[in-house]
């Protein structure tokens, strides 16, 4: 069964969450934040479409969850990369280059 | 493994949903906390940076809902619509449905409880530990080709000291008693088995209560001890543990109750028994009573051959190294004692013997109730097919407005599956009553037949089976789909019938050669066996059964002992026996009355003989039959005399011996002189021939009547005996209160048992081919119904798809009768065709059959024969119905219809 995605915004969603995910292993808030700091505040996750996504990618295999304490010791679900998940993260990153470079041809034609 | 990882949590969400559900809760609580604490870190107030925070998610409920649905596999919800879908269409259409499932139903629930017996017979374990060790011991006589004699004790006792590669040997014989317990009244005519204490030990039975046979209680002079059988424990004693170590009455001597045997402990006796050359009569499907053996070299001297022997091999041993072994001690016992002259030993598997006549027939049912199964599903692909060419345009529309194939073929597979499991429900049902039923009917000398039931394993078979019929069920309208033709399917109108394509078309007509080929082997065989039951059913027995009833009794030794210092001369026995006689034929309605040791078709004993004068050809000569009437046997029983005179009431203890015998010992002994005037010796008396008597059949009705002779009862009185009455009008069975009422007036102690008429035993003596026959009928007789159905069913449909083709055909001037043929030719062609090939199969099949026909040829023209014209008439007549319809196409509606 294959997972294409059609939705681009969606998939790079998933590609924000597991690159973020790749440092370490956080909960949906930590990720949300993750990305919109790197980003510097121009990627904004909507928190509707994060956690479905989240769950998703865990039914996938690509990011396992697992309960725990956060910093200030309220009981979190934690988001890991699997090794699955790494290698996606890997093909995900160069698709995007590949795209990007071609959009970015295609733009440069005056 | 990450993959699995996570369909593992999608179960989990299914499984736990309200775990998952509060996972969820929190996963987006702590989100909420989150947020409100980093926006007081922005300096918000509490309230405030709460507000936004739940303002983020835009709707709380909205999000859980996105979130469950990333959860919950697609396909479930998928399979859930699917379902709900085929439950409607199931419903929307109650008659064709209810056709499906009760085909379904037929073929699965037939073949289910032929099932149930086939397990409960053959597939269930042994009550016994390793039976593939057990052995039954015979002995063989090479001086009449006998291979299966029972063994003598002092040769039982040398075998067991002698040989190396048994570990173990019993021995035992069937020995009906009379059981009284104290304080009861009525004594009661009990199936008995003596054993030896080891039989135990080599078939590896435990008590369920008590103790087993102690060693000491095998042996002359040890206690009298019995063991319960389970069932006769719990129907007479109801289940009452106290019984053991009570006293009860065998045989009017009191024995002490030792134990109780479990119900399987007696697996294979009645066989055993039945394979014996001759044996105690054991008829009984179990042991109520096992009584301790405590044989002698006095009371079984070795040229008495009583004994069933049983043993268990060494660890190691092979039957065959048993063969070996146990041959060579039988040549050094012929050496050694000049009785044993002639005996080898022929060494059988105990399973051969116990299951060896069975398993042949059952798997025969087996087999045909399996192409039962075919044909009905057969008929149910052609229904199924039909379905799914009147929803061609259904199917179109979907796929055009974007449904995939697999989808489509996923909802086929749906909709098969309910059927099929609403089928395979009703054959579970229809298989309850059908076993119960069958197992009533059966044979009761087949194994173990009364323990057939649904269990796990026929429930497995039958859930396997159903899976198996939907797969291929849902592969059938799902591969039509695949060439599924969408422009024209859309481009027909409605109300016209879409019509099937061409491959479909011609699978369908392979599928009803299919099914007359499957029915035309299954009537050829139940064709066989109803011949060759017609045939049985008309073997004259040599005696008339016409109200004539039998009734046996047993005078114990206690009181009527038998002393063989002044045999035959034992006044108590032969003057019971006379005066029983003379009672009961002065009863009113009596026309005749006669005594027997051995019942019409009781196989009895044979014995050596020697004909006076012929000494030194008479070693080479097999035994005889030998059995023991009065006077008027012949008359109550209807047998010709064919020359001298009949047993005569002067032939008694004190007179001369004389005897009688039959035609068939005349022609083999007595081919070229008078045998009347000539003497026969055996029992140490010579005993001169007065008369020849017409053959009665004793080893069954399809066995050839063995030699035999009958000498008077008078002259050699045994204590069992056998009466026989012939009503001189009416229902024998009612003379039977008054035959009771005489018995008790001369000995109360004395029972009266195996009471039946003797038309019943000629009957249940071809019990077995009677149910083969009867259930093979059964089932040829519902494929032909199937077979009928299906020709009919998809002639209509042709018919009314041909509808618009036939009327222009009869426009331009077909009449009626081209118009028959042209419908009816299309019915017969498949079903000659089908005919063809199922001929073939059965011809070549028919060696199967060879062991259980009786008087036929398994090629039997006469039945072939039938055989086709029965499928064909009825193939016909299938046909002639959609024919007749297609005559009333009406040509101006057709052309119309057309255009």
């Not at chain 2, 035992?172 to 009244?185: F, H, I, K, P, Y």
């Not at chain 2, 899976?467 to 109300?495: C, E, N, T, W, Y």
């Not at chain 2, 002044?566 to 009961?584: C, Y």
């Not at chain 2, 018995?743 to 083969?772: H, T």
Request: one cysteine or more; hydrophobic letters at 50%; proline letters at 5%.
């Amino acid at each position: 069964m294959s997972h294409a995605n059609a939705d681009v915004l969606q998939g790079t969603l998933d590609l924000l969450i597991l690159k973020a995910l790749s440092v370490e292993p956080m909960h949906g808030w930590g990720v949300a934040q993750r990305i919109q700091q790197i980003s510097r505040d121009v990627l904004q996750v909507n928190q509707g479409s994060l956690y479905p996504a989240l769950h998703r990618l865990e039914h996938r295999g690509w990011i396992a969850a697992s309960w725990g304490a956060s910093d200030n010791n309220r009981r979190a679900k934690f988001y890991r990369l699997t090794a699955t998940g790494r290698k996606q993260l890997h093909a995900e990153v160069a698709t995007w280059r590949r795209f990007s470079a071609a959009i970015e041809l295609v733009l440069a034609v005056d | 493994m990450d993959r699995f990882r996570g369909l593992l949590v999608r179960f989990r969400s299914l499984w736990k949903r309200e775990a998952a559900e509060r996972d969820l809760d929190d996963e987006l609580r702590f989100h909420v906390a989150m947020e409100t604490e980093a926006g007081r870190a922005r300096g918000l107030a509490p309230d405030e940076a709460r507000r936004r925070a739940l303002l983020t998610f835009g709707g709380i409920e909205r999000f859980r809902e996105e979130t469950r649905d990333a959860d919950r596999p697609r396909w479930l919800d998928d399979a859930r619509a699917d379902l709900a879908h085929a439950w409607r269409l199931v419903l929307s259409r109650p008659g064709f449905s209810a056709a499906v499932v009760f085909t379904l139903g037929i073929g699965v629930g037939a073949n289910t409880a032929i099932f149930g017996i086939v397990n409960a017979v053959l597939l269930r374990p042994s009550p016994f530990p390793r039976p593939d060790r057990l052995v039954m011991i015979w002995e063989t006589d090479r001086k009449s080709g006998t291979r299966h004699e029972p063994a003598s004790w002092p040769d039982v006792v040398d075998f067991a000291e002698r040989s190396r590669t048994l570990q173990a040997i019993g021995a035992m014989t069937g020995r009906d008693v009379t059981l009284a317990r104290r304080g009861a009244s009525e004594p009661e005519r009990v199936t008995g088995l003596a054993i030896t204490p080891s039989v135990l030990a080599v078939l590896g039975v435990h008590v369920i209560a008590g103790r087993p046979f102690a060693a000491d209680e095998g042996r002359p002079g040890g206690q009298d001890v019995v063991l319960l059988g389970e069932q006769f424990w719990r129907t007479r004693f109801s289940a009452d543990p106290a019984i053991v170590g009570h006293t009860i009455l065998v045989d009017e001597r009191p024995a002490l109750v030792a134990g109780i045997l479990p119900e399987a402990a007696d697996l294979g006796v009645r066989q055993i028994h039945e394979r014996a050359d001759y044996a105690e009569t054991f008829s009984s499907a179990h042991v109520d009573v096992w009584l301790a053996l405590q044989p002698s070299v006095d009371s079984f001297p070795r040229e008495t051959h009583p004994f069933l022997t049983v043993g268990r091999l060494a660890p190691g041993a092979t039957p065959a190294a048993a063969q070996r072994e146990l041959s060579t001690i039988a040549a050094a016992l012929e050496r050694e004692y000049p009785v044993n002259a002639h005996r080898g030993v022929n060494i059988e598997s105990y399973g051969s013997v116990v299951f060896g006549a069975v398993r042949p027939a059952l798997l025969l049912l087996f087999g045909a109730v399996t192409l039962l199964l075919l044909v009905t599903c057969a008929n149910v692909a052609n229904l199924l097919l039909a379905r799914t060419a009147a929803r061609t345009r259904e199917v179109a529309v979907r796929m055009a407005l974007g449904a995939a194939r697999a989808r489509i073929a996923r909802q086929f597979l749906v909709e098969s599956l309910v059927y099929v499991v609403l089928g395979g429900a009703a054959g579970v049902v229809l298989a309850f009553a059908a076993l119960h039923g069958l197992v009533s009917l059966a044979p009761s000398d087949v194994p173990r037949v009364d323990t057939a039931s649904i269990d796990g394993r026929v429930a497995a078979y039958t859930a396997g089976t159903t899976l198996v019929i939907g797969i291929l069920f849902a592969a059938l309208p799902a591969l039509q789909m695949r060439r599924l033709d969408l422009h024209h399917a859309l481009k027909s109108h409605g109300g016209r019938l879409i019509s099937l394509g061409r491959s479909a078309r011609r699978f369908q007509a392979c599928v009803i050669v299919a099914e007359v080929a499957l029915t035309v082997m299954l009537v050829a065989g139940a064709g066989l066996l109803l011949r060759s039951l017609w045939r049985l059913s008309r073997v004259d027995p040599g005696f008339d059964t016409t109200r004539v009833l039998e009734a046996q009794y047993q005078l114990p030794s206690t009181r009527y002992p038998i002393d063989f210092k002044r045999f035959p001369d034992i006044p108590a026995i032969n003057a019971f026996h006379a005066r029983m006689l003379s009672a009961v034929r002065a009863i009113p309605g009596v026309a005749a009355a006669a005594l027997a040791a051995n019942p019409p078709l009781d196989p009895g004993f044979t014995n050596s003989f020697t004909i006076v004068g012929r000494e030194a050809e008479s070693a080479h000569f097999p035994e005889i039959r030998t059995r023991f009437v009065s006077p008027g046997y012949l008359e109550t029983l209807g047998v010709p005399l064919l020359g001298g005179r009949a047993i005569a009431e002067s032939d008694d203890a004190h007179s001369p011996n004389v005897i009688v015998i039959n035609r068939a010992a005349a022609r083999r002994y007595f081919a070229t002189t008078d045998p009347i005037g000539q003497s026969i010796a055996f029992w140490g008396a010579a005993r001169r021939i007065v008369g020849i008597i017409g053959d009665e059949k004793f080893r069954g009705v399809d066995a050839p009547s063995d030699p035999a002779v009958y000498a008077p009862i008078a002259q050699a009185p045994l204590q069992q005996a056998t009466i026989l009455v012939r009503a001189s009008r009416g229902d024998a069975m009612a003379l039977v209160p008054d035959i009771r009422a005489e018995l008790r007036a001369l000995d109360p102690q004395v029972a009266l048992f195996g009471v039946e008429p003797l038309a019943l035993s000629l009957r249940s003596s071809i019990a077995k081919p009677r149910f083969d026959a009867v259930l093979l009928a059964a089932f040829g007789a519902v494929a032909i119904l199937l077979a009928v159905i299906g020709v009919y069913g998809v002639l209509s449909y042709t018919v009314t798809e041909r509808m618009p083709e036939l009327g222009v055909r009869m426009a331009l001037g077909a009449n009626r009768w081209n118009v028959i043929r042209l419908v009816a030719g299309t019915g017969v062609g498949l079903a000659a065709l089908g005919v063809a090939l199922g001929m073939g199969a059965a011809y070549a099949g028919s060696r199967l059959l060879r062991s259980m026909v009786f008087g036929v040829s398994t090629t039997d023209p006469v039945t072939f024969v039938g055989v086709i014209l029965i499928v064909m008439l009825t193939a016909l007549a299938a046909s002639l119905a959609p024919a007749l319809r297609a005559t009333r196409a009406d040509p101006m509606q057709a052309l119309r219809a057309e255009s």
